[in-house]
């Protein structure tokens, strides 16, 4: 194992949650996701084969772990990692567990230099619309990770998923630069990371009892919302009958294909906000 893994320099517990927390779902016969405080993480899989689709929240490995063992024994690993994006919510106990499990980590090349401590996201933006959350979004980190040993490596520019041959990743920037969801056409399950999600992320109260409604990325940590909003379009056209969020409840059916046709015909005046430092001085993209 590298010993060079390194957490952000910024990484730190964050003392947030949601009535969902500590508990999980099986959505299809292979398909778990488990709610790590407030953002989500998926297990894709079986005893024999399994795939860990991000790495929760800072300081709980013990947690995803313990998860782990429970779900399919002392020993378990999955065979890979696929990570979403890089934003602290998805890989803040990423090197614990690498720590453990020693196996390899795939993401699209564009988000590297936020995986390999070369570069910062953005600060998050407190002076974006929104609620309670936005505006002490500055607590969040946003210093780089660094796994750049030989765990880390670049997603098959064919769509392929590695360990995953029914599932192929679907290219959605505008949250972070490289961050992908994953589409199982047979079952048209979607784990759709933070382009799509189904709470409004910003709000305190919303994000706590996890009040279920079709939302655009978090508002306080996008930053190119043309490229949000065309990443929206192209998960909607997928026609996905399941959807496993980065943050909030899984969604499925009339319910879910209603809120994504909304999400797209009104991904201005529902996602955009009308201020921010990411909105303030540009125009807002074309419907």
């Given at each position: 194992m590298d010993s060079n893994l390194k957490q952000s320099d910024d990484n730190k517990f964050i003392p947030m949650t949601s009535i969902s927390s500590g508990k999980g779902w099986q959505v299809r016969p292979d398909v778990y996701y488990y709610t790590n405080q407030i953002v989500n993480f998926v297990i894709i899989g079986s005893r024999e084969h399994w795939v860990l689709v991000d790495a929760g929240m800072p300081k709980c490995a013990d947690e995803i772990l313990d998860l782990a063992r429970s779900l399919f024994g002392e020993g378990a690993r999955p065979k890979a990692i696929i990570l979403t994006h890089g934003h602290f919510d998805h890989v803040g106990s990423l090197v614990g567990l690498l720590e453990a499990w020693d196996v390899p980590v795939y993401a699209h090349l564009y988000e590297f230099p936020?995986?390999?401590g070369k570069q910062a996201y953005p600060e998050p933006d407190t002076t974006v619309e929104g609620g309670m959350l936005a505006k002490i979004s500055s607590i969040y980190p946003h210093e780089p990770i660094n796994i750049s040993g030989?765990?880390?490596?670049?997603?098959?520019?064919?769509?392929t998923v590695p360990e995953l041959p029914d599932w192929h990743w679907v290219f959605t920037p505008g949250h972070s630069p490289g961050q992908i969801a994953l589409f199982r056409e047979k079952d048209r399950t979607l784990i759709s990371a933070d382009a799509v999600i189904?709470?409004?992320?910003?709000?305190?109260?919303?994000?706590?009892?996890?009040?279920?409604?079709?939302?655009?990325?978090?508002?306080y940590l996008t930053t190119d919302w043309t490229a949000a909003w065309e990443s929206v379009k192209k998960l909607a056209a997928l026609n996905p009958d399941l959807i496993i969020p980065g943050h909030g409840k899984y969604m499925a059916g009339e319910e879910l294909r209603q809120g994504l046709q909304k999400l797209v015909q009104e991904f201005d005046t529902i996602a955009i906000p009308k201020h921010g430092k990411f909105v303030d001085g540009h125009e807002k993209p074309a419907s």
């Open positions: 936020f995986l390999t030989a765990n880390l490596q670049v997603l098959p520019e064919d769509g189904t709470v409004k992320q910003d709000s305190f109260y919303k994000v706590l009892m996890q009040t279920q409604e079709i939302q655009g990325p978090p508002r």
